[in-house]
């Protein structure tokens, strides 16, 4: 695996289900992200980790529960979801630095539709 | 203001035209505008970006030019293929990691 992977490719669950979107990155990077693409809409950026611990919150809907163990894997459990929250899940990875431009560099994302 | 406003949502090209797709912000503490490229089924990939201290910068068949006073930023493709056929989206980053981005064009190139 190269890159950064994403697993499901696609979901479909109910609102009072419980999922778990997963994101492993290959690149030896130290930031991971999750962002949110809807429709007609500019990628949202949810959540930033730095070397596994969260350093920014966008003020995300607390039925969205992000999870970094290490620096390579990025969890986001889903609970009680509302329908607008059907859209595709993106995560990135960067090598993180005080300076230069931490290029991010994204995986194929999970297109999530919510019932 | 954290927002960075692209134009327009989609574009219809011929082959061998050169479409151009706009791009203005508000925000000086902007310091780097990537853009981005996304083909059906993946995640934006990285195309080109500048800082703000050069007027153009150009890579192969894409070139971004810069207007600070303006704050606008646009991107030209030269030569356009349809293999160039994607969604486009321009971004600004301020801080060492936080990416606004613009609501992408859906570009179009003819055969």
């Known amino acids: 695996e190269t890159g950064v992977t994403q697993t499901p490719r696609h979901l479909v669950m109910g609102m009072t289900n419980k999922k778990s979107l997963k994101c492993e990155q290959h690149l030896g990077h130290n930031a991971m992200y999750w962002y949110k693409q809807s429709a007609k809409k500019p990628l949202e950026l949810m959540f930033v980790?730095?070397?596994?611990?969260?350093?920014e919150n966008n003020s995300v809907p607390s039925r969205f529960s992000p999870e970094c163990p290490n620096s390579s894997h990025l969890f986001l459990h889903l609970h009680t979801l509302q329908p607008e929250d059907s859209a595709l899940y993106l995560c990135?990875?960067?090598?993180?630095?005080?300076?230069?431009?931490?290029?991010?560099?994204f995986g194929p994302g999970t297109r999530l539709t919510v019932l | 203001q954290q927002q960075v406003k692209q134009s327009p949502q989609s574009l219809i090209v011929q082959k061998g035209g050169i479409p151009i797709i706009n791009c203005a912000y508000e925000?000086?503490?902007?310091?780097?505008f990537p853009w981005y490229q996304q083909f059906p089924g993946k995640g934006p990939a990285l195309l080109i970006a500048?800082?703000?201290?050069?007027s153009e910068k150009k890579e192969g068949r894409f070139t971004i030019s810069f207007n600070k006073s303006a704050k606008q930023f646009s991107l030209h493709i030269m030569d356009s293929q349809p293999g160039d056929s994607a969604t486009y989206f321009c971004?600004?980053?301020?801080?060492?990691?936080?990416?606004?981005f613009g609501q992408g064009t859906r570009l179009t190139i003819n055969p």
């Open positions: 925000n000086t503490a902007f310091d780097y």
């Open positions: 990135a990875s960067s090598q993180n630095g005080l300076a230069g431009d931490n290029e991010q560099f």
């Open positions: 980790y730095n070397f596994k611990e969260q350093t």
């Open positions: 971004a600004a980053k301020w801080g060492a990691q936080k990416l606004v």
């Open positions: 500048i800082r703000p201290d050069v």
